[in-house]
């Protein structure tokens, strides 16, 4: 079980506006949305990695009973390319298909069944090309997309030329992990009378959509609208453009609604997943522990399109050496195209693959010199005042990273008698002898910054409006389940107790929030809710008119590196976490159970405890997933397991017992001295667990998810 | 497609269906949006629902085949101590999952066995929740066990 120590909180615990009509089966989520009249939309997609696309025969499908309109290519007016960094990506393929399951034909029917019959009656002739699945073949040869096999290259230099008395060298690999919020992607878009169009959607970040959907459609702002339904979790898969650009053009075109709703086996295709890293390690240090250098390289399979693809290689790299000091760093990264699916944001967003690096490294270092690998942590972590291990930057008014480590290790690891199958490493239905099972420890630290930085200019926008006893909250932060209305609803009552608090529904009506991502809204929109508040506080109420008060956030402003070596102010400032964890493993059929894990988190300041917990254990889920289950696998670049049934995801019975301490350093760069909470619990739970299984086995580990193979059949 | 004449949460309600259709799909495509569908192959439980009795995923039973059943969703099947209990103690997130376990949870609580930490996982090991990590869920469903255990004794 679990146990929860917040210090002290002036907002107390209270239940999310949203979650008693969830629990009802009341909340209406996209896929729920019903306007009359609407047709359905079913999107025929590549059934290869890479492919000429030599014609589409749309007239069987046409021909069908039932069947409106087949919308290809030729719908979209050559150049106009989806892509919210980097514009690439084209809406229905071109000329080549360069990854499974990419958009070529989009079919609109009068029932969603009839649309993906007539899937079956679009003929489309491919060439079949040779498909670059390996990070090596990218490099070496031709580009499969025009503007070139490198994304992004980052290279971070920093100290002297100093390597240190012993070296350890690792070589990591990660896998590709989805997103797999439950509710796969639907949306309804719909014309309007001014000859735009609106669409109500499941988006992180709907101003960004907005800006994409605009260039493709050649429409303005105005005339483009997005409104958030129910979001039935996202975790970075909403950040790109899946149906919204098909949907929008079908309702122009026909004047009608029309809605899709993907099925699991192509939701798998359809968005970016976290980057599989191909990461080399060479840490120096003297022989009393202390670290002196670290050289490192990461490579990122990006897929075909960029993506969200340059920021994550930014986060793998700045975050490549962990919190740690070490006088002298070397990092080249790459984000490379290839033909597997694309890659883009996930929940950690390249530290993940970033923390399996380094902290299996310090493993290694530890075991060399014979330190006990909390103790060699503890010496080397950074301390007030040092400089960032990579960017460089001022370490100040962060968390006291030696503190976070002893009350990680003060917590108990849980131990509980397998009285269940379940409770056997590989669960019920496996055989095992109890000989073989073997327990190990492991321990690991993580870092990720909260807002997007690199020099990226943030803001959030929000609008408070008090009606007689009813303060109405506009915010467009999208809500996705991690609970940000929550937070927004405790601060509106923190300054106007008497008040009931109502939320308008977010859409681009309202001024930019930003994305609900890289763990930025309660900070954000939080201050921007706070300084609303202020203000309408600060107004003399003229009686009973409706009286309304805005405020935009500005974040404190970071940096992109100096171009030479990568340093400078790249974050606004950092998150950290420590996770412990045990392991029993079937060391003679390779087979893993997660048993406890303990964690600390630095949260910064507690403005609604039961969430905070909320987020730390659905993030130690994933984190336990990636660390021995999850991996999309793409032989010759084909997906081999989009589905529930063969891509599995931890259940109940599957869930380690967790401990939890959290600590409350307050952050002063903002006025409620809040701290992200998303992310970190998946950063540094899979290092950990893979530090323990390398503990109980052995064995080198090298790889996440660690398969069977791995454990059994490894030297 | 043919016509299937049922009982929905107790009210009567007529779908349409191929033989193909899920019970799922017939009572989604007819507005009745209780029961949610997030993998189509029985094995996120997001779409459970009881029929006659029977705790089933509504994604894997052909709708023609439930003529005259009594089908039950969380909007029949949900107890006021079990919402209060999910609420306080943090088992819902993006709430996409919430329905299937609800009724996964009311089934375990009405079964005979007194339910333990363990066999709580167990009974309701059938249903994914990619938010909440579930330790929220299961301590809801244990809180509510043992608050019914003593209410009946």
Sequence with gaps: MTTHSPSSTRFGTVIRPDVPPKIAGEFEYS?????????????????????????????????????????????????????????????????????????????????????????????????????????????????????????????????????????????????????????????????????????????????????????????????????????????????DITLQAHLAIAALALGKPVKTTYRRSESFLAHPKRHPAFMRYRLGAKSDGTFVSLEVSIDLDGGPYASTSGPVLGSACYFSAGPYRIPRVRVHGRAVRTNNPVSGAMR??????????????????????????????????????????????????????????????????????????????????????????????????????????????????????????TIIVESSASECGQGIQGVLDRIVRTEFPECEVRFAVPSTWMQYSGSSSASRQSWMSGSAVLGAAQKLKSQTSSGDEPESAEFEYRAPATYRGDPTNGTGDIHVSYMFVAHRARVEVDTELGLIRVAAISTAQDVGRVINATEIRGQILGGIAQGVGFAINEHLDTPSG???????????????????????????????????????????????????IANAIRQATGKPITRVPVRPSDIALAN | MSSVRLRLDGSPVELEAASSTSLLRALRDAGHTKAQGACEQGECGSCLVRIDGVVQNSCLVPATICEDANVETVASLLNQDLADAFARHGAVQCGFCTPGFVVAAEAALASAESLTYDTVRERLAGNICRCTGYHGIIEAVLEVSQRRREANQ
């Design chain 1, 638 to 688: 084909l997906a081999a397991n989009n589905s529930l049934t063969d891509y599995l995801v931890p259940t109940a019975a599957d869930m380690p017992l967790v401990v939890i301490d959290v600590l409350e350093q307050p952050d002063p760069r903002n006025p409620l001295g809040i701290k992200g909470v998303g992310e970190p619990s998946a950063v540094s739970s899979t290092a950990a």
């Design chain 1, 31 to 239: 896929n729920d949305v019903r306007i009359p009249g609407m047709l359905f939309g079913a999107t025929k997609r590549s059934p290869h990695a890479h492919a000429r696309l030599v014609a589409i025969d749309t007239s069987k499908a046409l021909a069908m009973s039932g069947v409106h309109r087949v919308f290809t290519h030729e719908d979209v007016p050559e150049g106009r390319l989806l892509g919210h960094i980097t514009h690439d990506q084209p809406v229905f393929v071109l000329d080549v298909a360069r990854h499974e399951g990419e958009p070529v034909a989009f079919v609109v029917a009068d029932s969603q069944e009839r649309a993906w019959q007539a899937l079956e009656a679009i003929d489309v002739s491919w060439q079949p090309l040779e498909p670059v699945t390996t990070i090596e073949d990218a490099l070496t040869k031709d580009p499969i997309h025009p503007q070139g096999t490198l994304i992004r290259e980052l290279l971070i230099e920093r100290g002297d030329d100093a390597v240190g008395e012993v070296v350890v060298t690792g070589t990591w690999e990660t896998g590709r992990q989805d997103q797999l919020f439950l509710a796969p992607e639907s949306a309804v878009a719909y014309p309007s009378a001014d000859g735009g169009v609106t669409l109500i959607l499941a988006t992180q970040d709907l101003h960004t959509d907005q800006q994409q959907l605009c260039a493709v459609l050649n429409l303005p702002p105005e005339k483009v609208h997005l409104i958030n339904s129910g979001i039935g979790g996202a975790f970075g898969g909403r950040e």
């Design chain 1, 348 to 469: 950690g967003f390249g530290a993940v693959q970033a923390c399996f690096g380094i902290e299996s490294t310090i493993d290694l270092l530890a075991s060399k010199l014979g330190i006990d690998p909390v103790e060699i942590r503890r010496r080397n972590v950074l301390v007030e005042g040092d400089p960032f291990p990579t960017s460089g930057q001022r370490f100040e008014d962060q968390t006291d990273l030696r503190e976070l480590i002893d009350r990680c290790m003060a917590l108990e690891l849980p131990s509980s008698p397998a009285t269940l199958d379940l409770d056997l490493p590989g669960g019920t239905g496996r055989t095992l002898m109890g000989s073989a099972v073997s327990r190990g420890e492991g321990f690991a630290l993580g870092v990720k910054n909260h807002l997007y930085g690199e020099g990226v200019p943030e803001t959030s926008w929000a609008k408070l409006t008090r009606e007689g006893n």
